[in-house]
């Protein structure tokens, strides 16, 4: 395998790419009794349109995250009970641009990796678990649908994207679900589910060559086919809607301010310009930040109050949230402050402030097995080697941050999206 070392990290990372198609990742971690394994795929919910062999395909919203249930089932077979027999704990989750399966365990590795490879690449669709399945996600929707910190983001999402995938609910809705069938189930695993459009990623105490060895053994090889999905979304920078508005059961208005980006591509340049877009954040909405602490003072948020930089493949925003009685005066707060930054700078201490508290809260998350299967998948699908991000905190120049800021915080550029309290009937 091949052998990464980042010694500014003090970590070391084991690649291969096996002849079977499927990429693998293993990070060592000597000494260390808990394992844990991610098996992703380049598949997420914004991935409906694509082609097999030239033939185009649209599938129903919420696919990904249908399938990613479905497959844990196999016939006559309880998956989870048989993972918890082990002592390994099993789960999985499907975001808009990816799906991964995951255990950890502290014993019987080598056979928990057997099981989840084998259930992942194991389609098992009847017609009858298809439709029971209808039930159970159309539950979760309605869940969703009543929970305010999932309907404010999809709310704002809507208001943003006019023809981004991202503008749909990761789940899907009612109607949607109700027109997958074993067929689309099948017909999504062959062109995704595929060893040359998935990651192994291992963090812990395991032999690297007999993860290759099960893997190998267990995964078929990548079909012949040749499969196109639809990467990329004719997008306009300007919002199709600048406020949305919903009443539901919450104390206090909450809201969540968007800043359309542009979309980020593929690769470092791609990784630089997202850690710009974390830096600007911070700059801006930080708990440091002079915005913050003038609205903290005037009582316009509280604590909830924060902001980020968030990417999907094909979108790219800068983001503000929290709980405010008054989310109006939150938004023209910081477009003044975005005038007042641009034109006064962030200052050379207050930048080497940020960075370093920004590179510390990476490094850190290096401690959390968890944190590094994620992260390793997901710069993995987007081109990038992400152990490699250090080097790119230290390039980064106030005028980069500065010149983000005037190009994105605009108002053309700009949703609002608020959850009032529910009036009281009279």
Request: aromatic share 10%.
């Amino acid at each position: 395998m091949e052998v990464r070392n980042y010694p500014e990290l003090k970590e070391t990372v084991l690649w291969e790419v096996l002849p079977n198609g499927l990429t693998v990742a293993i990070v060592p971690r000597p000494g260390f009794t808990r394992k844990l394994c991610y098996f992703a795929t380049d598949f997420g919910s914004i991935h409906t349109a694509f082609s097999v062999d030239g033939k185009a395909y649209t599938v129903p919203e919420g696919i990904a995250h249908y399938l990613e249930h479905k497959l844990f089932d196999m016939p006559g077979r309880d998956v989870s009970a048989e993972f918890a027999a082990m002592g390994a704990s099993v789960n999985a989750f499907t975001s808009y641009d990816m799906t991964a399966y995951h255990f950890t365990c502290t014993e019987h590795f080598e056979d928990a990796l057997r099981l989840l490879l084998e259930f992942v690449s194991t389609p098992y669709f009847t017609p009858e678990s298809v439709q029971k399945e209808q039930g159970i996600i159309g539950q979760e929707i309605g869940m969703n649908e009543d929970a305010p910190e999932t309907q404010i983001f999809e709310l704002l999402m809507q208001a943003m994207y006019r023809d981004h995938p991202v503008k749909e609910p990761i789940l899907g809705t009612v109607e949607s679900i109700s027109e997958i069938t074993p067929e689309t189930l099948n017909l999504c695993h062959r062109a995704f589910y595929r060893p040359d459009n998935m990651l192994l990623c291992v963090v812990g105490d395991v032999d690297a060559q007999q993860v290759k060895k099960i893997a190998l053994q267990v995964i078929p090889d990548a079909p012949e086919e040749t499969v196109t999905s639809t990467r990329v979304w004719q997008e306009e920078l300007i919002v199709p809607k600048s406020f949305t508005s919903r009443e539901m059961e919450v104390a206090m208005p909450m809201f969540q301010l968007g800043f359309k980006c542009q979309p980020l591509d593929r690769g470092e340049a791609a990784v630089r310009r997202e850690i710009v877009g974390e830096l600007a954040a911070e700059a801006l909405f930080g708990e440091a930040s002079r915005l913050y602490l003038n609205l903290y003072e005037k009582g316009l948020i509280d604590a909830s109050f924060g902001g980020g930089f968030e990417t999907v493949e094909g979108m790219a925003m800068l983001t503000a949230s929290g709980d405010s009685d008054c989310p109006e005066k939150v938004q023209d707060a910081i477009l003044q402050e975005v005038s007042r930054l641009t034109q006064q700078g962030i200052g050379e201490e207050n930048l080497l402030r940020m960075k370093r508290s920004a590179l510390g809260r990476r490094i850190r998350g290096l401690d959390s097995f968890d944190s590094v299967c994620f992260r390793i998948c997901a710069y993995y699908f987007s081109g990038f080697d992400y152990f490699r991000f250090p080097a790119l905190y230290r390039d980064v120049t106030e005028q980069e941050i500065l010149d983000f800021l005037k190009e994105t915080v605009r108002t053309d550029r700009m949703s609002l999206s608020v959850i009032y309290p529910k009036k009281e009937e009279e």
